[in-house]
């Protein structure tokens, strides 16, 4: 599970460094913070050891979806609480209070999409990188697939992500 977890996250600050580095303006302009980035992007995956996923070879008693809000209890304990907003807005492209209704989902009924510079360009970089695949990157299209099925307004939040980072996808 450390390895995985290591790996996956490394990939994911890799890649979140080399979106910054394509936008020196951001740091020319104090709106981010690059070890800062790297830091919450080697933790924005720490809650899955309270998880049951046994393909990353998880064996905890909640399910995967809630990683994001435990992640950020671990990490606000710790004293890192700008680091848990990463942890518990980076899942798909954000979750809705509606969609956590709609869907039943088993976390506490708040807001989880990402608001900070940070905190999308670290959303936008996990998704290109699975935790039972790694040393992949994940095909473009499949991550529009996989978002697409979380409905028209993940997408949309996806799309924007895109245009933020200024990759040509």
Known sequence: MRHILVTHSR???????????????WEANGLIDRQFVEEAAMLHDIGIIFCDAPKIHCRGAHK?????????????????????????????????????????????????????LEEKIIC?????????????????????YNIWKYGHEAFVRW????????ENL
């Open 124 to 144: 936008y970089a996990d998704k290109f990188y699975s935790k039972s695949h790694l040393g992949e990157e994940v095909d473009i299209n499949k991550i529009k």
């Open 64 to 116: 995967y979806i809630e990683h994001g809000y435990l992640g950020a209890e671990l990490l606000r304990q710790e004293g890192l609480p700008k680091h848990a907003l990463v942890a518990e807005r980076h899942t798909g492209t954000g979750i809705t209070i509606e969609q956590i209704v709609r869907e039943e989902l088993p976390i506490p009924e708040r807001d989880y999409c990402p608001q900070s």
């Open 159 to 166: 799309q924007e992500l895109v245009d933020l980072c200024g």
């Open 11 to 25: 990939q994911v600050a890799d890649r979140a460094l080399l979106i910054i580095d394509r936008h020196p303006e």
